[in-house]
């Protein structure tokens, strides 16, 4: 057998249905994998729903057990209840999307991977997508960032776990899945990332009991982090893969609540903070402190100088840092979209200012407070490390993937700063390839409305925004859609409303072509030949020399004609609806649909003559029910506005004027 999924339950209620439908959906054929649902004493009916789920499917288990509070337990029998060469563990109330199995288990086996971990998507909570830019087949948690996800939910080889004694804690405790893939990541000699493909979704549950969702109880849950410490200690030599090992925990489990210490009861914030900095003073090296990115490095400080009060201060400020961007540029080019910006952070509404002095680079005591040293806000170091990246997110399943980004970073002088040097602001301009064919980690374009953000790393502060509601006057409002070998065919580029930011439709998700794509309608003819009339409507629509014609619909109205047509590529940036027709003398408004999306107006009239040529023209607007005056007097105020806009013709009017002045 090739995989057992193992699912720890407790009371789940109706959230276990998308969990189980998922589980008994996968691709693997059902002799080539099992799941084993260890009840853990549920008191809800859930012992009776899964052994009814067993009877119905010969690949599903079900152990019960005695409650034991926590998951570490159910787990760990799960693991000696397997039969399959890997486990996967999946939570009760998650879900594996339909090919995670059979994808996992195949790139696993490719790369002799003692681990597997499949990229994870949430419409909840935080996901580590640094980790699943790319999709490797062999690396290891010295040469990629797999620290930065310890949640449970991978592939392991069940002989590795069983061979290094790897096995969960039990009872209640926090971090339990952390300690189990630390020890995991330090033994292992293979790991394998899959990161063009969604395997694992995180869902949010109505009641807001989803695990680890529970406030923490301090004392505890530092004594269990300590824990993590010492198997990061005991795995590693002192240095800097060590002390990278280390930042982690002391950046992500504690700088990080510190970070939001303003929203804490009083009491709660006392605990978390006495906790905290007693970790922070006895059980890190200086060099963990000194490599943390500059904003971060400026929080460390603080806490080692137990300065609690600025601390509060300094988690207001940071959430006045924020990233902006401005949309310089979008076009299509060789069947892919082509986006430039400029970006950069903000402080309170205005450009972050950075002060430079003595050939380094510090960041402004108006933003960190005045308390910590010029030591602690030191950025020099973290120019070279400034990112900015821009990613596509579907607007339903939050699923996100980055695109293919460069960027270069410039600074600009701004005036003295006060306490000596000058202060400079830093400006990121990139340029990203939005891909049809390959925007999905190399695969092309799902369906569904992909939003385009930015994320913007720039001394520790790592933000976010959409793009485009700031655009330079040279982009247009409106950008043509596109056609593409890939199914579904149809891109539609587009500014939201209202806010105007930068979205893609791919196969006319919520927008139809017809209705984007601008109608060249001086251009569209129609040619009788006998009964039959011929017509052919350009359309500004981007295709690719490879891109076949697609089948579309031309509707004439009245009548409720449907005929069949192609959308048929003429040049890089034209295709042209092409259809024939045999209707009666008349004339005839046309719309097109083209695909699954809606039918729209093309803004023309269809004239067929019984004995003389058809013809083709655009639409009359209607007649406007205003008096003939006032449209008169609409008109001279439209020629005075434009009088007042051409210098040549404001000339020419005064002169008029003034030789009707003297002819009186």
Same mark, same amino acid.
């Given at each position: 057998?090739? &995989?057992?999924? =193992?699912?720890?339950v407790?009371?789940?209620? /109706?959230?276990?249905d998308? +969990? ?5 959906g996968?691709s693997?054929d ?9 009840d853990d ?5 859930t012992?009776?729903?899964l052994?009814a ?5 010969d690949?599903?288990r079900v152990v019960?057990?005695p409650?034991?509070g926590?998951?570490?337990k ?11 060469e890997y486990?996967?563990?999946?939570d009760?109330?998650?879900?594996l ?6 994808r996992?288990?195949?790139?696993g086996?490719?790369g002799?991977?003692?681990?597997v971990?499949?990229?994870? *998507? ?8 640094? %980790? ?6 062999r690396?290891?948690?010295r ?8 949640t449970p939910?991978k592939?392991?080889?069940?002989s590795f776990?069983d ?8 009872g ?11 020890r995991?990541?330090l ?6 990332i899959l990161g063009?493909?969604? +395997? ?13 969702s529970?406030?923490i109880d ?14 990061v200690e005991?795995?590693t ?6 002390d990278?090992?280390? @930042?982690? $925990?002391y ?11 303003r929203?804490y009861?009083?009491? $709660?914030?006392?605990s978390t ?7 922070a003073t006895t ?10 990115p500059?904003s971060?490095?400026?929080r460390?400080?603080l ?8 601390l509060m201060?300094l ?7 924020r990233?902006t961007?401005?949309?310089t ?5 060789d069947?892919a979209?082509?986006?430039?910006f ?7 509404g205005?450009?972050?200012?950075? =002060? @430079? ?9 108006a ?9 602690a ?5 973290d120019l ?5 990246d ?8 939050? %699923?996100?993937?980055f695109?293919?980004?460069? $960027?270069?970073?410039?600074?600009y002088?701004?005036?003295?700063a006060?306490?000596?040097g ?5 400006e990121?301009?990139?340029?990203a ?6 925007a999905?980690g190399?695969h092309?374009?799902?369906r569904g ?5 930015m994320?913007?790393?720039?001394a ?8 485009g ?7 247009r ?10 199914r579904?065919n149809?891109?539609?580029?587009? $500014? ?6 930068? /979205? ?11 209705? *984007?794509?601008? &109608?060249?309608?001086q ?33 004439l109205?009245?009548g ?16 042209v609806?092409?259809?024939? =027709?045999r ?5 005839y ?11 729209a107006?093309?803004g023309? =009239?269809?004239? &067929? ?14 007649r ?28 020419? %009017?005064?002169a008029v004027?003034r030789w ?5």
């Open positions: 057998m090739k &995989v057992s999924v =193992v699912v720890p407790y009371n789940p209620g /109706s959230y276990l998308g +969990c189980v439908e998922s589980l008994v996968q693997l059902p002799s080539e994998y099992e799941a084993v649902f260890v004493g549920s008191t809800d009916g012992g009776e729903r052994d789920i067993a009877a119905a499917h690949n599903v019960h057990i409650n034991s926590w998951p570490g159910p787990r760990n029998v799960g693991i000696d209840e397997a039969r399959g486990v996967q563990f999946v009760q109330d998650d879900a999307t339909p090919e995670a199995l059979e996992l288990y195949d790139l086996t490719r002799d991977a003692d681990i971990i499949g990229k994870v *998507i949430s419409n909840f909570r935080g996901v580590p997508h640094m %980790v699943f830019r790319e999709t490797r087949e690396c290891t948690l040469d990629a960032p797999l620290i930065d996800s310890l939910h592939m392991f080889r069940r776990l061979a290094n004694g790897i096995r969960y804690p039990e209640k405790r926090r971090l339990e899945d952390q300690l189990f893939v630390v995991a990541y033994a292992a000699e293979s790991v394998a063009d493909y969604v +395997c694992y979704f995180y869902n949010e549950r109505d009641d807001g009991k989803n695990a680890g529970t406030r301090p004392p505890g849950y530092f004594a269990n982090l300590a824990e993590i410490l010492d198997v005991a795995g030599e002192p240095g800097e893969f060590r990278r090992l280390l @930042r982690r $925990f950046k992500g489990e504690m700088l990080w609540r510190i970070g939001r210490i929203g009861s009083e009491e $709660f914030r006392h903070y006495t906790e905290v900095r007693k970790l059980r890190f090296p200086r060099a963990v402190h000194d490599g943390l500059a971060i490095r400026v460390s400080q806490v080692l100088d137990d300065r609690l009060d600025e201060e988690a207001s400020t940071y959430g006045d840092v990233a961007g401005t949309l540029g979008v076009r299509w080019s069947g979209l082509l986006v430039s400029t970006a950069g952070m903000t402080f309170r205005e450009p972050l200012r950075l =002060v @430079r002095r003595d050939g380094r680079v510090y960041l402004d005591p933003v960190t407070g005045s308390a910590v040293s010029a030591e806000r030191d950025a020099t170091d070279a490390q400034v990112r900015a821009l990613l596509v997110r579907e607007r339903d399943t939050h %699923v996100e993937f695109v293919p980004t460069t $960027f270069r970073t410039r600074t002088a701004g005036g003295p006060p306490e000596g000058e202060y400079v602001t830093l990121v301009g990139g340029e390839t939005i891909d049809p064919r390959t999905l190399g092309p374009f799902d409305v992909w939003d385009v953000h994320r913007l790393d720039i520790g502060w790592v933000r976010g925004s959409r793009i509601a700031n655009r330079a006057r040279t982009v409002d409106r950008i043509p859609p596109a056609l593409t070998v890939d579904p149809v891109v539609i580029p587009y $500014f939201t409303k209202p806010y105007g930011n930068l /979205s893609v439709d791919v196969g006319q998700r919520i927008k139809s072509l017809v209705a *984007i794509a601008a &109608v060249v309608r251009r569209a003819r129609a040619r009788r030949d006998g009964a039959r009339t011929r017509v052919e409507i350009p359309l500004h629509v981007h295709t690719t020399s490879d891109v076949p014609p697609v089948p579309c619909e031309l509707r109205s009245p409720g004609w449907t005929v069949p047509a192609n959308l048929v590529r003429e040049s890089d940036n034209e295709t609806i092409d259809a024939t =027709v209707p009666d003398p008349g004339r408004e046309l719309a097109a649909r083209v695909g699954g999306g809606e039918p107006g093309l023309l =009239v269809l004239t &067929v003559r019984r004995h003389r040529p058809a013809y083709i023209r655009p639409a009359m607007s209607p406007s029910s205003t008096p003939p005056s006032e449209r008169l007097q609409e008109l001279k105020a439209r020629a005075r506005r434009a009088a007042r806009r051409i210098p040549a013709l404001r000339k020419a %009017v005064r004027r009707r002045a003297a002819r009186r």
